[in-house]
């Protein structure tokens, strides 16, 4: 029924760019509040960005503003999240999941992709 798939990571150096993509079938991701998480190695999941389901209500972590951006690909049911600049502090898994509203809230999530900031 409901299937997220992230694609986009690798490894990068210091400084380089990385997009990310979600692509969603079964549940629209223009419709409903889409997420992007990162986890790190022995850490805790991290909220990174934060898009509801209209445009105007993006809300990125503090430490990507201004290097992060997310967009929405309603034709193609993804959404998107462009990071510049990496850091290494940027390295973990990143995982885009959805939150659908029918008789209460239910949260879907992917498979997670790899990102790797290093020398």
């Known amino acids: 029924q409901v299937q997220l798939v992230e694609s986009g990571g690798g490894l990068v150096q210091p400084g380089g760019s990385l997009r990310l993509s979600c692509t969603a079938s079964g549940v629209s991701l223009s419709g409903n509040t889409v997420n992007w998480f990162r986890q790190a190695p022995e850490k805790e999941r991290e909220l990174v960005v934060n898009l509801g389901y209209t445009a105007d209500s993006t809300s990125y972590a503090d430490s990507v503003k201004g290097r992060f951006t997310i967009s929405r690909d309603s034709a193609k049911n993804a959404v998107y999240l462009q990071m510049n600049n990496l850091k290494s502090e940027d390295t973990g898994v990143y995982f885009c999941?959805?939150?659908?509203?029918?008789?209460?809230?239910?949260?879907?999530w992917g498979q997670g992709t790899q990102v790797t900031v290093s020398l």
């Open positions: 999941n959805v939150y659908v509203f029918t008789t209460d809230w239910d949260a879907y």
